[in-house]
């Protein structure tokens, strides 16, 4: 595996590859990689001949009082971890590679995907999404991958990453895998780590909460309060408030009317200690 830091050794890395037509997978993370991101690393190696992975703790997409300085970094052991998965290049560039200075441009999808759920002013703003739309765009220009791999887990940046590549032409396919999970259903996340046992042991209800909803669609209800209300009474259950429980349409993001048999994402936020931790199910469709 090579590691490069700079835009330049990255495209050196990957020359011979794209004159040879063999095709490149890119699966961006900001490292800290865990089953998820190696559920993606499976996918591009089987889908791409060279598999790239970024490391990148973006600053853009934190806002201020986040967890950008707390945020996990062991690039030795991710490098150890990605090599053994049998990734061919490993591109981790510094803050100053990314954003040179008199940077000044960024890439904004417009508020009906980013300016709802996560990227609500009382979640984590608009700028969130502008900061993680402006990198994905960066890094599909680097690394001028066939196939990029998101996670389900962060669905609404994947449904912003897809908006994004559609309307502004990259030649690029953007794949979306379903989230990994604990054995009791915690999704996999890199922010799981500050999690003490306690909360460890809470933050199960996520899951358990958006299982709750399904249960309750599966079970022929299709109002969405219902729905949500059970999803929310396996919340409090765990003593457990969030920062948002709702349901929206798993392509438009529009609050959803009801459970109708489209596809309907149902997303939820809370805080433990912390971490803040997101996870979805999409329900329908
Ligand atoms: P992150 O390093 O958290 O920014 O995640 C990098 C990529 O891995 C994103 O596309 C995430 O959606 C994806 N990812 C993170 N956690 C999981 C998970 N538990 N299952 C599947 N994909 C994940």
Known sequence: MRIVRTKSRLREALRPARRDGRSIGLVPTMGSLHDGHLALVRAALGRCDVVVISLFVNP????PGEDLDAYPRDERRDAEVAERAGVDVLYAPAVEDVYSDGFSTSVEVAGDLTGVLEGA??????AHFRGVATLVAKLLNSVAPDVAFFGQ????????VRRMVH???FPVRIEVLPTVREPDGLAMSSRNAYLGAEERRRAAS?????RAAQEAVDGGETRV?????AAGAELERAGVKPEYLEARDAESLAPANSFNGRPILVAVAARFGEARLIDNLVIGG
Do not use: N, T
């Open 60 to 63: 853009a997409q934190f806002g």
């Open 121 to 126: 002013p009382d979640q984590r703003g608009p």
């Open 153 to 160: 887990k962060d669905a609404q940046q994947a449904i912003v």
């Open 167 to 169: 309307d502004l032409d």
């Open 206 to 210: 996520l899951s358990r909460a958006l």
């Open 225 to 229: 309060e219902a729905a949500l209300a």
